[in-house]
């Protein structure tokens, strides 16, 4: 699997350099100087193929878990993500990310089998940048992918994972998380909570709430507050995040984020603060989106000192629901 991943992630940086003319000058594509259909054009015939091959891997899992053939619609999808983390200093690091949602409709939607990279990383909280690699090559065979199957009790608004971290030795861990959301005037209000546990490192739990407001059409104002605690470390990690999304049209949005990052307990104490300008854009159908984010960095560890830093990423999404948009945008 993680070949053919690797397959793509090389063409896909082909591609990064018309990526980012198209995410700077909305009227130019990087497909509008080709004269052949799409049908002849090699990376959207290779986007179809891997598509259907994700839409035949679901069915097959499903018929599998099920007992039954699979004749239902396939929603499951997966996002292959390829960037770079640029610095003030003249550092690069090159980032791969992988994220599969396999559906089983068969098993009326209550199993799901989850893949996710960078699953060692058992807390968003104390997470300042996205790249932890030097190299796509380090990344594709680091120990940090898990498989998981997920079961969905809808009744409660939870899910349960039960899987393994790709490691040597493996990595067994359960998760469980629950999901409520409450509407008041004109906030929307998220609450998450999870417990989970790992064989090798430990256990911990996790509480999360964001709350949102319409400010007018395409701007949504918001807040969010998190926290986590590591039986491991024996550590707890705080994130407050305060956002301004800003969806431009249909195919571009824009992000503005400040982030204070703390830890300790029972007084915390400032580690990171920073601010961000996260922008997104669909370059192509509707499964190839690109990525800026300009930010810049306050850390205990530099005195605090701005450290400037670019984001650079392709985002690729197969699956059957990504299949039979031909727009160029």
């Known amino acids: 699997m993680l070949l053919g991943f690797k397959g793509y992630a090389d063409s896909s940086r082909s591609l990064l350099s ?52 699979s004749t239902l619609p396939s929603q499951s999808f997966v996002s292959v ?32 089998l989850v893949i996710d990279s960078d699953a060692n990383e058992l807390t968003e909280n104390n997470k300042v940048q996205e790249a932890s690699s030097s190299s796509f090559q ?19 608004n939870a899910n349960f994972d039960a899987g393994i971290l790709i490691d040597f030795p493996l990595d067994p861990f359960v998760k469980v998380r629950f999901t409520q959301d409450y509407q008041a005037s004109d906030w929307s209000f998220l609450f998450r909570e999870s417990v989970f546990s790992y064989y090798s490192q430990g256990f911990g739990a ?29 550590e707890y990690y705080y994130r407050e995040n305060l956002f301004l999304n800003h969806a431009i049209d249909e195919k571009s949005k824009v992000r503005y984020q400040f982030s204070v990052l703390q830890s300790g307990d029972p ?14 854009k669909i370059l192509y159908g509707n499964w190839l989106i690109g990525q800026v984010t300009p930010q810049i960095t306050h850390e205990l560890d530099n005195d605090f000192d701005a450290e400037f830093s670019f984001t650079l990423s392709l985002e690729i999404l197969l699956g059957e629901d990504y299949l039979g948009s031909s727009n160029r945008h």
Not at 138 to 156: D, G, L, N, P, Q
Not at 207 to 232: C, H, K, M, P, Q
Not at 267 to 280: E, F, G, I
Request: charged letters at 20%; glycine letters at 6%; a negative charge.
């Open 18 to 69: 018309a990526c980012v003319l198209s995410l700077f000058c909305p009227n130019v594509s990087f497909a509008d100087d080709i004269t052949y259909t799409e049908e002849d054009e090699w990376w959207a015939l290779s986007h179809k193929n891997a598509s259907q091959t994700v839409s035949e891997w679901s069915n097959g899992l499903d018929a599998f878990f099920s007992g039954e053939s």
């Open 81 to 112: 993500q390829l960037g770079g983390v640029f610095s003030d200093t003249g550092n690069a690091s090159p980032f791969l990310g992988l994220h599969m949602g396999i559906r089983l409709p068969n098993t009326k939607n209550r199993l799901r």
């Open 138 to 156: 380090e990344e594709a065979v680091s120990e940090t992918f898990s498989a998981a199957i997920r079961y969905v009790k809808e009744e409660w």
């Open 206 to 234: 996790s509480f999360s709430l964001e709350a949102t407001t319409s400010l007018s059409d395409g701007v949504i104002f918001g807040v969010s507050v998190g926290s986590t605690w590591l039986n491991r470390d024996e």
């Open 267 to 280: 007084a915390p104490k400032l580690d990171t603060y920073l601010y961000l300008v996260n922008y997104k």
